[in-house]
């Protein structure tokens, strides 16, 4: 069974750092791409990085570049979500999500259960 | 960057009626377009890929179709289990993006 468990949320003040973690079991990790999805409060989805198989790709929404790093650690199975110069807005719960390439078509096919990421003073 | 327009952005429907949400490409995506389904407190999940292709134990009233830039799921026969929020995805090029997300409800 796939399983995507994140880990690392909390409250943190803005300006601050916070690292995010997903450890996947049930697949072959190193087979596939990964991508991080934030959820605002009462909001809808909004994709905000990927990263390739093998780590040597990395893309991000505007709004994090420069800010966030997603890494991954293909010996553990495990990705990461490195959040700097946290700011309120980025107030959410981040999933992890495996991306696959079904018929060839990228897509998300398994998700975890979320981590509440909450900035504040 | 791609703009997915989602509507609407509820809806209200009967048990056994069927039910249409649209999402509409502001550029060619192909069938780059996937729709997941969000139920309450949940993550996220795989409904549709290839904007037709249904996803491995996706019931088989769920459909997906498309016309030009516009996209559209349909559910055949609506079902309690089907309430929640429903997404569209454009992986066709980075930044991906999601539609604002349809809430269906029972009536």
């Known amino acids: 069974e796939v399983q995507l468990v994140e880990s690392g949320g909390g409250l943190v003040q803005p300006g601050r750092s916070m690292k995010l973690s997903c450890a996947a079991s049930?697949?072959?990790?190193?087979?596939?791409?990964m991508a991080w999805v934030c959820q605002a409060p009462k909001k809808g989805l909004e994709w905000v990085a990927t990263?390739?198989?093998?780590?040597?790709?990395?893309y991000y929404r505007d709004s994090v570049k420069g800010r966030f790093t997603i890494s991954r650690d293909n010996a553990k199975s495990t990705l990461y979500l490195q959040m700097d110069s946290l700011r309120s807005e980025d107030t959410a719960t981040y999933y992890c999500?495996?991306?696959?390439?079904?018929?060839?078509?990228?897509?998300?096919?398994?998700w975890g259960q979320g981590a509440s990421v909450t900035v504040s003073s | 960057d791609i703009q997915m327009t989602q509507s609407p952005a509820s809806l209200s429907a009967s048990l056994e009626e069927i039910v249409t949400i649209t999402c509409q490409a502001s550029?060619?995506?192909?069938?780059?377009l996937s729709w997941y389904q969000q139920k309450p407190g949940k993550s996220p999940q795989l409904l549709i890929y290839?904007?037709?292709s249904l996803a491995d134990g996706v019931p088989s009233r769920f459909s997906g179709s498309r016309s030009g830039t516009q996209y559209s799921l349909k559910i055949s026969r609506l079902q309690v289990e089907d309430i929640g929020i429903y997404y569209c995805?454009?992986?066709?090029?980075?930044?991906?993006?999601f539609g604002s997300g349809t809430k269906l409800e029972i009536k």
């Open positions: 990263i390739s198989y093998d780590g040597s790709s990395t």
């Open positions: 049930g697949f072959t990790f190193n087979n596939y791409d």
């Open positions: 995805l454009q992986a066709y090029s980075a930044p991906f993006t």
């Open positions: 290839g904007a037709t």
């Open positions: 550029q060619d995506i192909g069938n780059w």
């Open positions: 999500a495996r991306a696959s390439g079904l018929r060839g078509y990228y897509v998300m096919d398994a």
